[in-house]
C-alpha cells in the first residue's frame, strides 16, 4: 500500500491554459474525492466518485472543471481556461464505503497550482 | 448546512505545555467527528474519531469527546512536544453524506 499518489506535485501556469491532475488512489479503496484548499482555509468538496460513477458535484465546480474516473481507478481533474482564483491545493482522497465507520480518508499530498 | 468552527491561531505553546484546540459544529443530523493533522510539506493525516455521544477519541496522546450537549469537539494533549507542530483541522460527516466538512484549520506551533 503506498497511500494516495497526485501528480504533479506543483504546477505553474498561464491564466487562460487548460491542466490536469492525476491521483491514484489506494487501490482497495472504491471511493475517490476531489477537495480545494486555498490558503489559510480548510478543505472544500469538489466532487467524489464511487467506483467509475461521479456521484456528486460541488457548486464550486463550475464548467471549467471535468473530473473522471475511468475503469474505477485513478482519477483526473482538469481545469480549461484557468483563472488567477483557481490557484489553490488541490487534493485528492479515498476510502471504503462506510467512511464514518472505517474513520475517514486517506488524503493524498495535493498538487499545487498556481496561475500567473 | 453544516459547519465547523475552530479557534483562530496560531498557537505558540512551550513544549510540554497542555493543549487545547476548540472546536464546535452545527450540523443536521448525527455527524461523525474527526480532527486531521497536516503536518509542513505534508497531507492530510487522520489523527482520530468519535461516531457517537460520549465517545472519546484518542491517538498519539491526543484526545477528544463528542459532547453532543455542547455540540463540541475540543482536541486536548496533556504534553505537547516540537514534532506536534502542524495544522490541525476538525471535520464531522453527517447521514449518509459522502463528503466531509472542515474547519478552518489551527496553527500549532511548539517551541524548545
Known sequence: DTGVSQNPRHKITKRGQNVTFRCDPISEHNRLYWYRQTLGQGPEFLTYFQNEAQLEKSRLLSDRFSAERPKGSFSTLEIQRTEQGDSAMYLCASSFDGVRELGGYTFGSGTRLTVV | ?112
Open chain 2, 1 to 112: 448546512g453544516d459547519s465547523v468552527t475552530q479557534m483562530e491561531g496560531p498557537v505558540t505553546l512551550s513544549e510540554e505545555a497542555f493543549l487545547t484546540i476548540n472546536c464546535t459544529y452545527t450540523a443536521t443530523g448525527y455527524p461523525s467527528l474527526f480532527w486531521y493533522v497536516q503536518y509542513p510539506g505534508e497531507g492530510l493525516q487522520l489523527l482520530l474519531k468519535a461516531t457517537k455521544a460520549d465517545d472519546k477519541g484518542s491517538n498519539k496522546g491526543f484526545e477528544a469527546t463528542y459532547r453532543k450537549e455542547t455540540t463540541s469537539f475540543h482536541l486536548e494533549k496533556g504534553s505537547v512536544q516540537v514534532s506536534d507542530s502542524a495544522v490541525y483541522f476538525c471535520a464531522l460527516i453527517t447521514g449518509t453524506a459522502s463528503k466531509l466538512t472542515f474547519g478552518t484549520g489551527t496553527r500549532l506551533q511548539v517551541t524548545l
